[in-house]
């Protein structure tokens, strides 16, 4: 199957962080074709694999790596700079635009979550939910098992401890760690 170019109105609202349905039946075969597309990515050998992510995500550097166990919602809303690499498992929720610079690294385990939902429960139990965009900025590292929410952006040379749960902005050139994390010290200047 190629890859699909959605237009519809769900899918105009859901990148436009809008309330959508995501059970509208384009956005269900969306989801579909990025499922089939993450089995190929499942059994195709190491040196071909790279193909599919191009097919997958939205736009590519012409370098990137991507461990097995990769998860994502659409694969389209996705986008990634040169020298991208992302260890085992990572999770990357693109109901909202992602994009990571270049030479960027993630550990296994991490997962970027776009997805949202109203907090008024009425509201968030009829079926319709949100998105917000997440930007990694370039030479930005994040440790195993990181996990960054929705609207969140990270700067560039920012470095993110294992573990920690980033749910607000980070600037350029820090390191921070912990749950919310927090900003424990700049990177220290290279010569």
Same mark, same amino acid.
């Given at each position: 199957? !190629? =890859? *699909? ?25 969306l989801r579909t ?9 499942? @059994? @195709?050998?190491?040196? &071909?694999?790279?193909?599919?992510? =191009?097919?997958l995500f939205g !736009? %590519?550097? =012409? ?13 389209? /809303?996705?986008?990634?700079? &040169?020298?991208?690499?992302? /260890?085992? /498992? ?8 992602? +994009? ?9 385990? $991490?997962?970027?979550? %776009? ?5 008024? *429960? ?5 079926? =319709? ?5 997440? @930007?990694? #900025?370039?030479r930005v590292w994040? #440790? ?6 929705? #609207? ?13 749960? $980033? ?10 760690? #912990? ?5 424990? +010290? ?6």
């Open positions: 199957m !190629s =890859r *699909p170019l959605p237009t519809g109105p769900e899918y105009q609202r859901m990148v436009a962080g809008e309330l959508y349905r995501p059970s509208d039946p384009e956005l269900v075969a074709w990025a499922r089939e597309q993450l089995l190929r990515f499942s @059994t @195709t050998p190491p040196g &071909e694999r790279v193909a599919v992510l =191009r097919e !736009s %590519t550097g =012409r370098s990137l790596e991507v461990e097995y166990g990769l998860h994502v919602d659409y694969g389209l /809303n996705i986008h990634v700079g &040169e020298h991208f690499y992302a /260890n085992a /498992n990572c999770v990357l929720l693109d109901v909202a635009e992602i +994009r990571i610079g270049d030479g960027t690294m993630f550990g296994p385990g $991490v997962q970027l979550l %776009t997805a949202t939902h109203p907090v008024d *429960p009425v509201e968030r139990t009829s079926g =319709r939910e949100l998105g917000q965009p997440i @930007t990694i #900025g370039s994040l #440790g195993g098992g990181v996990i960054v929410g929705p #609207g969140v952006t990270i700067g560039d040379d920012t470095v993110v401890g294992s573990g920690a749960v $980033v749910t607000r902005d980070l600037p350029a050139g820090v390191v921070a760690v #912990g749950n919310p994390a927090r900003v424990l +010290r700049q990177v220290a200047p290279t010569a």
